[in-house]
């Protein structure tokens, strides 16, 4: 049923992408196009991660203080999905790799942990992020108080109200918690002035944090996805993934996952990727996103911004532009109007395929998946969920013994709201939002002539 590992084997490195990528990666730019220098960033991150970030070392050593910390909850199990194979009477085989068992509930510690470390070791003192329902801000708080570093979050403000469960997890972890827009920043107070009611929304958070940061001593700011070492630090699933499969002598045909930032789906994927380039296997990857935020099956690969504010550097990824305002789906974690560099690449590669599902779709997979499997998934990964149903469904139909892999990355014991709708029938679907989407993409065009489309 389920297959684990023992604490010793618990990887020694991560796998990073960038030297196995099928051409290099397009440099991040500023405003005016030219190539971002490694200091700009090194006033925002940690110079061990900015290192990171641009590393052309394939396999990069894990520290053992954060091996140690990993041990509370890794290695994590790799589940066969018996009953859900059963129910679908698919003869594929259906495994997933397990990350809800993590303190904070998803894979986000993984890099949380990582990346408090670091700082620590630069000397840093404290360590500001955003967080929209909490997913990132309840990691990020675990991994400080694994360090003894304090820990400053901008949630959201409605999040913060409507939410407050992840707020007092990251307060019992010791982390100073405001709702952004907040009076603690200039640009926060700005807001307020002109609009007290203001709701806030991830753009407004990330600049608040990013001020914060930039504006105090031995205080740096922390990204929870989308970025290269983030997907990084990640790569600890997929090679425990690996390693597992060896036990039971199968390997994945098609790896599946849901993508946000792309940060969980890659980390479970590159290790495969590196058997596909060095020893020429056989395994397709694919994404899932919802039909509300479709970045990469609707977006445009080209130039833009991580954030609403524009305070983050140009990044080559697939967009919907990024004052683009995805509906209210519950999937707080796949709200995102850009994607990490490295999967945008890929998908354009034809290496990675992409597929967006609705939401009432992908709770009705939840529902199944619970029933049958047990375990509660977040919204998240209940898109994963449902492709994995509807390509198990196939190889019923074909014959097909594929045996198909993807990552539960979260619970969903904190989404008891979006069950109850669920259940009372009142989730709206939210197809492709295709003309708030393309208004978004024509003001991008309008503000860099210069950007290629
Ligand atoms: C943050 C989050 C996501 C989306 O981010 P990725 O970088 O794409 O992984 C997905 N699922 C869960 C449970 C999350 O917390």
């Given at each position: 049923m389920k297959v684990l590992l023992s604490?010793?084997?618990?990887?020694k490195k991560w796998y990073n992408i960038l030297p196995d990528l099928p051409e290099s990666l397009p440099p991040p730019l500023d405003k005016d196009g030219n190539p971002v220098k490694k200091e700009d960033l090194e006033v925002v991150f940690a110079k061990e991660l900015i290192r990171q970030e641009m590393s052309d070392e394939r396999w990069i050593r894990i520290p053992e203080e954060v091996r140690e910390v990993y041990r509370?909850?890794?290695p994590t199990p790799l589940f066969r999905a018996v009953r859900l194979e059963r129910y679908l009477k698919t003869p594929a085989r259906i495994y997933y790799k397990f990350e809800s068992i993590s303190p904070a509930g998803s894979h986000k510690p993984n890099t949380a942990v990582a990346q408090a470390y670091y700082n620590m070791k630069e000397g840093i003192e404290r360590l500001t992020t955003e967080t929209g329902a909490g997913q990132w801000g309840s990691a990020l708080a675990f991994g400080c108080s694994m360090f003894n570093l304090d820990a400053t979050i901008y949630m959201v403000k409605v999040s913060y109200m409507q939410k407050p469960f992840r707020r007092i997890l990251m307060e019992l972890w010791g982390a100073e918690v405001y709702p952004?827009?907040?009076?603690?920043?200039e640009f926060g107070r700005k807001i307020l002035e002109k609009d007290p009611e203001n709701p806030g929304s991830l753009g407004i958070a990330i600049s608040e944090a990013i001020e914060d940061a930039v504006t105090h001593e031995n205080t740096k700011y922390t990204l929870g996805s989308v970025l290269n070492h983030v997907l990084l630090h990640q790569t600890i699933i997929g090679l425990e993934a690996r390693r597992q499969f060896e036990e039971i002598d199968d390997y994945p045909d098609l790896i599946v996952g849901c993508i946000g930032g792309g940060s969980s789906f890659s980390g479970l994927f590159w290790p495969f990727y590196y058997d596909r380039v060095h020893r020429n296997v056989n395994v397709e990857f694919l994404a899932v996103e919802p039909t509300a935020c479709p970045s990469v099956t609707k977006g445009v690969y080209t130039y833009d911004h991580g954030d609403t504010a524009r305070m983050t550097p140009l990044l080559k990824m697939h967009t919907l532009g990024h004052d683009f305002i995805p509906p209210?789906?519950?999937?707080?974690?796949?709200?995102?109007h850009g994607m990490a560099p490295t999967l945008c690449l890929l998908v354009k590669k034809g290496i990675v395929n992409a597929r967006a599902y609705n939401q009432v779709e992908v709770f009705d997979a939840a529902s199944i998946f619970a029933k049958t499997e047990g375990h509660i998934p977040a919204p998240e990964p209940a898109h994963a969920i449902k492709a994995v149903i509807d390509e198990a469904i196939k190889c019923r139909e074909n014959g097909e013994e594929k045996s198909i892999l993807f990552l539960?990355?979260?619970?969903?014991?904190?989404?008891m709201k979006a069950y109850q709708d669920y259940l009372e029938g009142?989730?709206?679907?939210?197809?492709?939002p295709s003309e708030e989407v393309e208004r978004s993409i024509r003001r991008l065009k309008e503000l860099y002539p210069w950007i290629e489309f």
């Open positions: 604490e010793e084997e618990i990887p509370l909850w890794r952004s827009p907040s009076e603690k920043t209210p789906i519950h999937a707080g974690g796949l709200r995102y539960l990355c979260g619970h969903g014991h904190f989404d009142k989730l709206l679907p939210y197809e492709y």
